[in-house]
């Protein structure tokens, strides 16, 4: 069974935002909730890092540090 697929599925039936992560930070899963609060397409924040894509560049730092102490 494709996991990823079922939680693409699910995900996009939630009117909730709904944002999946790796290990490293990365966007894996982004429903379309999600992207209509950012204003971008899917396809521009999936294998970005979170960092990158909601936190201001002066801040990026410490939050990716924050990130990392919860994995």
Do not use: K
């Not at 944002?19 to 397409?41: C, H, K, Q, W, Y």
């Not at 939050?63 to 919860?70: E, H, K, P, S, T």
């Amino acid at each position: 069974m494709d996991w990823s697929l079922t939680a693409s599925l699910l995900a996009e039936r939630d009117t909730r935002p709904i944002v999946v992560m790796d290990r490293r930070g990365r966007i894996e899963l982004a429903n379309g909730a999600f992207t209509s609060l950012l204003g971008r397409p899917r396809e521009e924040l999936l294998g970005r890092r979170w960092t990158d894509v909601c936190t201001p560049r002066e801040r990026g730092r410490e939050v990716g540090q924050a990130l990392r102490a919860i994995f």
